[in-house]
């Protein structure tokens, strides 16, 4: 069982930034490819991007690369996503999802979640 814990969300104004983290209580981090998704009211949740276990691969939805950039601290079992840029279709609550396979996180099928974060962007 994996118990993933969100921070760092809140309001910013357009054309801001924020930090996500995501810290995950396992000691088997390394094993697993993680990542964030989002849901915005009255729509269904989305791929936001995703990171693989060992770091060497990242993946992004087309609507968030080049603004967002999803990292990973192995040693303290934590997940970030840095995020610039933001704009106010970018509100929405953001997801931290863990899986050991990065397809499944991608496709918003991963075994774990944590309770999310709300991230609003608004002036």
């Known amino acids: 069982q994996v118990h993933l814990v969100e921070s760092g969300g809140g309001l910013v104004q357009p054309g801001g930034s924020l930090v996500l983290s995501c810290a995950a209580s396992t000691s088997a981090f390394r094993s697993y490819n993680m990542g964030w998704l989002r849901q915005a009211p009255g729509k269904e949740r989305e791929f936001v991007s995703a990171i693989s276990y060992d770091g060497e691969n990242t993946y992004y939805a087309d609507s968030v690369k080049g603004r967002f950039t999803i990292s990973r601290d192995d040693a303290k079992s934590t997940v970030y996503m840095q995020m610039s840029k933001l704009k106010p279709e970018d509100t929405a609550v953001y997801y931290c999802?863990?899986?050991?396979?990065?397809?499944?996180?991608?496709?918003?099928?991963?075994?774990?979640w944590g309770q999310g974060t709300q991230v609003t962007v608004s002036s």
């Open positions: 999802a863990a899986d050991s396979d990065s397809d499944y996180v991608i496709q918003g099928r991963a075994d774990y």
